[in-house]
């Protein structure tokens, strides 16, 4: 910025207003009805924001935030990436597949190693999100590597199923099962044996993440590594005796269960063996990796026992703190960030959610980078989420976030903050139409305090949603009669995307998503966005 510019408090030009950003996790923007819970909610506030303008909406799907294709659900991790940085970068399932495409994923040496240390007398295990939901995992990637492991001489292939209900139909498992016997039943023969070994549902073991419930993952570890689960004779039995007992549970929460035969399970992991978590999307992946490969420092559980494996995950999960050690495929290097860009200006930040998605205005927001840029310009809050389903609890911690931003602006320190309110992904999880609505109105009331506080502290706002969830809480029905089936992913609906309290700025015409708001942000606090960010969506007049 020019020297003759002169600044304010904020360090942004004289007369420009610092910024608060606003993320409604999981809000899509539609007029499709299937149990669309943002359509029916009581919310004037959000809806005055639509009819009074500056209003568009943005993709938050697919190739806008890096997914292979537009049949690809957004999640939140991607598309934070996308807010933070200002780019699309190839992302998880893209990377993934590149990798399987070109045949790289197979001469990378920890693919190498994980081969050799097994040899020919140990287990190959494989851990992973069954499904083909794209946002964690795919089948496909499943079945790729278990069919290049058998043509490179591995007898042995062990896999353990988390099931998911959650970024695909809540009662499909049973379809993800049956193909991947199938499969198994394709490959196998008398020099190749390849069996599901253990599994349980996704929100009950292994797949916790930000260290909310490590009781998730230490559940896991007594299912997949010491095969101490209920005992079935195959995935199918246990999936069904579940749904005997409970007809309407969902996938995600299917209690954890081991294949044994003659009362011993069939693959507990042992000495010798090497284990692969075939996830791509890291927030759920960190934990149970940090068991494996934690030494005596580990103290989240008591591991019992901690066999000697070589252990490797699908990405590399955490590129500062290097986890896992080994991983299959590279991820994106993230560069050229809002926050740098920002603090390039003398700009201070301040960043707030709950527990169940402070990493993605943090971590995922700054491109995938556990430490703040600026130890100086950089503040984080982080607000304990309730360990509660929150179908119980759809207003979750918004009260608290939105007591935060108000005092982070009254403190006339910030000239950009963000938060993310969790509630429209969250509870739009769970399945409950009911729920969903309440967690929508509840980010509706805090959208009226917020604008509010802006007007007394001078702040203009941004308020935009990641992806959408609750527009979409009911599978589509062919006829009335149907019966309701819960709905419990992500949806491919774009997301509202407003302005608040900002005076002489239109919005372009044009097709713009998440990765366009970066430049938005320069443009509007009036520093030049960074030449490698997609372009912004407003003039200024």
Known sequence: ????????RFHLAEGVKPLLLVVMDGVGWTTQDHGNAVLHANIPTLRALAEKGPFRTLKAHGTAVGLPGDGDMGNSEVGHNALGSGQIYAQGAKLVNLSLEDGSIFQSDCWKQLIAHVGAKGTLHFLGLLSDGNVHSHIKHLEALMKQAKQEGVKRVAVHILLD???????????????????M??????AFSSFIASGGGRMLITMDRYEADWGMVEKGWHTHVLGEAPQFASAREAILAAREADPEISDQYLPAFVVARDGKALAPVNDGDSFVLFNFRGDRALEISRAFEGGPEFKAFDRIRVPDVFY?????????????KHYLVSPPK????????????GIAEYAVSETQKYGHVTYFWN???????????????????????????????AYEITEKLIAAMEQGKYGFIRCNFPNGDMVGHTGSYDAAVIAIETVDLCLARLEAACDAAGYSMMVLADHGNCDEMEMPRKN??????????HTLAPVPFALYGVEGVSFREGDFGLANVAATVADLLRIEPNEHW???TIEIK
């Open 1 to 8: 910025m020019s020297k003759e510019i002169k600044l304010n």
């Open 334 to 345: 993230i560069r050229y960030t809002l926050s740098e860009q920002l603090i390039a200006h």
């Open 534 to 536: 997609e372009p912004s």
């Open 367 to 397: 491109g995938n980078r556990l430490e703040k840029f600026s130890e100086e310009l950089e503040d984080w809050e982080e607000i304990p989420s309730d360990l509660v389903t929150f179908d119980k609890k759809p207003w979750m911690k």
């Open 185 to 190: 039943a394709e490959i196998n023969d008398e």
């Open 480 to 489: 009335d009669s149907d019966p309701i089936v819960p709905k419990t992913s």
């Open 312 to 324: 490797a995950g699908m990405l590399e999960y955490d590129g500062d703190l290097h986890i896992p």
């Open 165 to 183: 209900g959650r970024d695909v139909g809540a009662q499909t498992s049973l379809t993800y099962v049956d193909e991947l016997e199938a499969f």
